[in-house]
């Protein structure tokens, strides 16, 4: 089984940006859903944000106008640009990936916004 692999998380204050990189090291197949879902301390992990192959990108109420996914179907990655971050974001962020074939989540990414 293929791991995914997140990067790009971090320490960053109140209003500031992190873009995460989630890649599927090996894979072949190409990936027909994607999505970032994050969990923050003691509380139940939750979809941020997912993006299919040709459809509508899809965001949680609480990151729309401020995060934005993307993918690179020719590597099988998927990013996320957090913009205007706050301390409500800081949570571990896990990649997801979805096919026929494949499902699977990386080990995650730390995000910390300190205010």
């Known amino acids: 089984q293929v791991q995914l692999v997140e990067s790009g998380g971090g320490l960053v204050q109140d209003g500031g940006s992190l873009r995460l990189s989630c890649a599927a090291p090996g894979l072949k197949i190409l990936i027909n859903n994607m999505a970032w879902y994050r969990q923050a301390p003691g509380k139940q992990r939750e979809l941020v944000a997912s993006?299919?192959?040709?459809?509508?990108?899809d965001y949680a109420d609480s990151v729309k106008g401020r995060f934005t996914i993307s993918r690179d179907n020719a590597k099988n990655m998927v990013y996320l640009q957090m913009n205007s971050l706050n301390p409500e974001d800081t949570a571990v962020y896990y990649c997801?990936?979805?096919?026929?074939?494949?499902?699977?989540w990386g080990k995650g990414t730390l995000v910390t916004v300190s205010s």
């Open positions: 997801n990936a979805n096919s026929p074939g494949y499902y699977g």
């Open positions: 993006i299919t192959i040709d459809g509508p990108n």
